[in-house]
């Protein structure tokens, strides 16, 4: 068999297929659209009838009721719904004459046309008549002819039940049709396409599998062998394709896999060079490389390729970040080694493929121990400074308040603006002072937290009320959106009350017009809070360094207000919460800063 005609059979029964197909279709189609006019008639045509019917019996018995109420009492109520019922009697009996589908319908709805008018009539002499003949008159003309008319209708809405009943039956007819059709057409096509399937596989399939006998073997890296296939077409092509492929893969392999193996050990001397620790991990967290670092620090002695995490390092800390390798922060904690306890700074990386795929997870635990110590000396050094500075402060702060309030003698102007200059100088260094001791006391983790069941809805309202009246000044629109009511926080109130009212006093410093909106929602096992504003929104290079101490965005108008530590504060706050602290924002277009805190209930993995 040559290419062609392998070509031509296959395109053959493709042909066929669709042939069939489309007759199938075409087939589906015109019985639909049979059983579309059969409901048509059953609903639409058949319905407006009833309808009508059913609306006729409805306004004469509203008439005869009218009349029942006029022989009672001679209020014009009586002759006003009669009337008003008339014109609704004409309206749906016009509706019926215009909807003539059915033989015999007309016939009766001119019998009902002439024995309404006649009942109309018969009303006229009726309400012109003396109360004492009106009982005669509807005894003997009016009941009577009601009577009559509604049997004609009934009459009328018989033969249109009818008539949908043998259109139902017509319609199920021709869908009983369908079905035995359409599943004769269907077992044709289904049968052709076997026979027609077995026949090209079976031309087919004998020298795929020559192949696949081939493309085995080639898997399990036997490149020493060659596939004869006896055939002219498509797949002969293929196998000599397959045969140049192999001798050009021999080649290939003599070339390059000394030139792997000096990459992979170079790869293997560098990680085991590095001087932190190094692990990485696959999708299932399987240790597929650790250097000698790592394995030193967690004295790990045996192999552990191929092993889970866990299994290897009991580490349920460092194992949650690497599953959650995205966070925006790095995280530091401490480990024991050689009896000394030592400060890590965990970062994290999925490595991607180029068909972006997920590969491993390397993971970099950097030693900051020396850098905490750091820090902490410049703590308690700060701490230092600052209660040597306060006593001192406070004198200054008292002596120039009495001199300012002229206590020990009048002041001319000049005198009272330079002693004013500095009496703002000296509130600024006390609020400086203040927040460096407050900042040290957080750190060292002297300051004491009240943890507590908290409502933060009710936190929040009472945190914005000093602020509406600044709000107002400024022309900024201040607003809490309330989205969830119940919100129950663990947490310490007045903290969190500092926090709120740090971020708010921020946005309002920094905004001249527009909005603030404060909100609050449950999100699983944590609140969170947000403070948002349309300000001018901080520079791109700030916000990776907000909360760090005496950091304050580019864009400060003022660049006496604020000590650059109040997001510092509230960094430590939320992180003595176990919680996290955020921003996100864009340079003229606003700032959010997030925060969330333990929901109650849910602290240290308890469940409500």
Same mark, same amino acid.
């Given at each position: ?64 009721? %009218? ?5 009672? *009492?001679? +209020?014009?109520? &009586? ?5 008003? =019922? /008339? !014109?609704? @009697?004409?309206?749906?009996? %016009? ?5 003539? *589908?059915? +033989?015999?319908? &007309? ?5 009902? =046309? /002439? !024995?309404? @008018? ?12 003396? +109360? ?477």
């Amino acid at each position: 068999m040559n290419i062609k005609t392998l070509k031509g059979k296959i395109l053959l029964g493709f042909a066929v297929m669709i042939l069939i197909l489309a007759g199938v279709v075409g087939w589906s189609i015109y019985n639909f659209e049979s059983l579309s006019n059969a409901i048509n008639d059953i609903l639409v045509e058949n319905y407006r009838s009833i309808k009508a019917s059913d609306s006729m019996v409805e306004s004469i018995e509203r008439q005869d009721s %009218a009349l029942l109420l006029l022989l009672r *009492t001679s +209020e014009e109520q &009586g002759q006003e719904i009669f009337r008003r =019922n /008339e !014109k609704e @009697f004409y309206t749906w009996l %016009a509706r019926a004459e215009d909807n003539i *589908t059915i +033989e015999g319908e &007309g016939a009766i709805l001119e019998k009902i =046309n /002439e !024995k309404y @008018f006649s009942f109309v009539s018969n009303f006229d002499q009726f309400y012109n008549a003396e +109360e004492d003949q009106r009982w005669e008159i509807y005894n003997q003309q009016l009941l009577p002819r009601f009577n009559e008319i509604k049997n004609d209708i009934r009459e009328l809405r018989e033969i249109n039940r009818q008539a949908m009943v043998e259109a139902q039956r017509s319609a199920n007819s021709r869908a009983n049709q369908a079905i035995i059709y359409t599943i004769v057409l269907a077992l044709l096509v289904i049968a052709f396409s076997l026979i027609f399937a077995f026949y090209l596989t079976k031309q087919i399939l004998r020298p795929i599998k020559e192949l696949e006998k081939g493309i085995k073997k080639v898997a399990d890296r036997n490149f020493q062998q060659q596939i004869e296939v006896a055939s002219e077409d498509e797949i002969g092509v293929l196998a000599d394709e397959f045969n140049e492929m192999i001798a050009k893969l021999q080649e290939y392999e003599k070339l390059n896999v000394k030139k792997l193996l000096m990459e992979k050990e170079k790869s293997e001397a560098v990680v085991n060079n590095l001087s932190s620790p190094l692990i990485v991990t696959d999708q299932d967290h399987k240790i597929v490389l650790i250097n000698e670092t790592a394995k030193e620090l967690f004295s790990i002695k045996q192999d552990v390729i191929n092993t889970h995490f866990l299994e290897v390092i009991q580490a349920e800390e460092i194992f949650e970040y690497i599953k959650n390798p995205d966070a925006k922060e790095k995280k530091t904690f401490k480990l024991k080694k050689d009896d000394k306890e030592r400060h890590y700074r965990i970062s994290t990386r999925q490595v991607i493929d180029e068909d972006e795929e997920y590969q491993f997870t390397v993971t970099l635990l950097e030693d900051i121990t020396r850098l905490k110590e750091i820090d902490s000396m410049k703590s308690e050094f700060v701490s230092t400074v600052s209660h040597e500075f306060r006593t001192p402060l406070t004198s200054m702060n008292m002596g120039l308040s009495m001199v300012i309030n002229e206590d020990t003698g009048e002041l001319n102007e000049e005198q009272r603006e330079l002693l004013e200059a500095a009496y703002e100088d000296v509130e600024r260094l006390t609020e400086l002072v203040n927040d460096l001791l407050d900042l040290s006391k957080i750190e060292s983790g002297r300051i004491e937290m009240e943890f507590d069941k908290v409502d933060v809805n009710d936190i929040i309202e009472k945190t914005l009320n000093p602020f509406y009246k600044q709000a107002e000044e400024k022309e900024i629109d201040l607003k809490f959106k309330q989205s969830e009511d119940n919100i129950f926080a663990y947490a310490d109130p007045s903290k969190i009350s500092w926090v709120i009212s740090n971020l708010v006093g921020n946005a309002l410093r920094y905004a001249d017009k527009g909005k603030i909106e404060v909100d609050a929602e449950i999100k699983g096992r944590r609140v969170l809070v947000s403070v948002a504003d349309n300000g001018p929104g901080i520079p791109r290079e700030y916000q990776s360094k907000i909360f760090d101490k005496f950091v304050r965005a580019g864009n400060d108008k003022d660049e006496k207000s604020g000590t650059g530590l109040g997001l510092a504060i509230s960094k430590e706050i939320i992180t003595a919460h176990n919680g996290r602290i955020w921003v996100d924002s864009e340079e003229g277009a606003g700032s959010t800063f997030s925060f969330y805190i333990p929901r109650f209930g849910y602290q240290e993995g308890k469940d409500e």
